[in-house]
Structures are given as C-alpha cells and as structure tokens.
C-alpha cells in the first residue's frame, strides 16, 4: 500500500513552547489529510480535514488557533501546536486519502507529544 | 451525524480459532468501509477496503464483508496467531470523511 510518513514520531517540549509535526504521502498525492487525536484506550478523534491550498476545517471543539494546520502542498501537511501545555499532551495522527472521496486511507506513525 | 459501533470491545482466543469482528453504522450512504489494525502506540495499517458497490474483500486470513442496506461490516480471521494481537477499527467514509469506531481489541493466547 501507499506510505505516509510522520514526523516526529515524538517530542517532549516545554510549556508555552510551539511543536510543529508534519505529514507526507511519500508516493502518492493527497489532496486531502486529516489530522486525528487519540487519548490512551481510546478510538481517534478527528480534529480537522486538511485541504491542499485552502484552509483547513476544524471539528467542532477543536480551536483553530492553538492547532494551526498548513496543506502547502500535495503531499505535506504540517500540525503547530502553538502554546503547548501539558494538557495537549497527547498521540498525534494524520492520514491522507488517496484519490477522492473512496479513495484509500492510510496513516502515518503517529506523533507522541509530551508538554512538560 | 454518522455512528460507528463495533463489538466485541474486546476478544481474547485461543491460538489457531477463527473469529468475527463486527461493525455496524447508521448512515448507510457510505463510499467505503475500511477495516484498520492499530498496535499499541503505533499508527493505523489498512487491512481491507471495501467499496459501496462491493460486498466483500479478501487478503490471506483475512476476509471483510459489507452489507450496506442493513449497515453491517465482518471481518473474519482465519487461524488466528499471536500475531493477530492487535486493535481492529472499521471506518466508514461518507460526506468526505471517515468515521471510526472505538474499535476491538483482540488478544490471540498461545
């Protein structure tokens, strides 16, 4: 199947600080990407839907400003967490659609985030 | 608002035993239903990909039916091993994204 790769696959960061993960369909291009949280024993949340060269779309709760999402290009999405605190501590996780709307999804690793 | 249910939580079996995994949903206006395996801390592996027009998929042990009208999803494992041990999510695609289901977790014993 396709790769997606993320990066990096964890960071401990201090509070107040910015981490920046990103998302790459490796050998195909992906117009869409989504970005997902996952808190322990539990299933994703989905918290926006990445679209190359447009904003994203946030799922409601999900504050736009502290999780600023950039789909610059086909196949790279990145993730800031601005002002990190340790309750955004969190596994991180995007995937990318390959095709349309019943394209294929895969994932990439995931991003284990620690906010000290 | 589409909902995705799966059971059992969670299934533990002997080594060598076929098991099914369920998935139900509400909307019934999917493009695809797409079985995932997630091992702990790890991000998702795709097992299976069914189309709306499909009814079922196969790779090796694995086998993934879809009966969109009732809102049904299987996935069947043949021969379970050790190695199955994992985390299994069915997600279902309409409206431009996915929805995911919490999940079963599965435990295959030696």
């Known amino acids: 199947g396709a790769v997606v790769s993320q990066h990096p696959s964890w960071v401990i960061c201090k509070s107040g600080t910015s981490v920046k993960i990103e998302c790459r369909s490796l050998d195909f291009q992906a117009t869409t990407m989504f970005w997902y949280r996952q808190f322990p024993k539990q299933s994703l949340m989905l918290m926006a839907t990445s679209n190359e060269g447009s904003k994203a779309t946030y799922e409601q709760g999900v504050e736009k400003d502290k999780f600023l999402i950039n789909h610059a290009s086909l196949t790279l999405s990145t993730l800031t967490v601005t002002s990190a605190h340790p309750e955004d501590s969190s596994f991180y996780i995007c995937s990318a659609r390959q095709g349309m709307w019943s394209g294929e999804l895969f994932f990439g690793e995931g991003s284990r985030l620690t906010v000290l | 608002k589409q909902e995705v249910t799966q059971i059992p939580a969670a299934l533990s079996v002997p080594e060598g035993e076929n098991l099914v995994l369920n998935c139900s949903f509400t909307?019934?206006?999917?493009?695809?239903l797409q079985w995932f395996r997630q091992d702990p801390g790890k991000g998702l592996t795709s097992l299976l990909l069914i189309q709306s027009s499909q009814r079922e998929q196969t790779s090796g042990r694995l086998n993934a039916s879809l009966d969109k009208s009732s809102g049904r999803s299987t996935l069947y494992i043949a021969a379970s091993q050790p190695g199955d041990s994992a985390t299994y999510l069915c997600a279902v695609a309409n409206a431009g994204k996915s929805t995911f289901g919490d999940g079963t977790t599965l435990t295959v014993k030696p």
């Open positions: 909307d019934s206006a999917i493009y695809n």
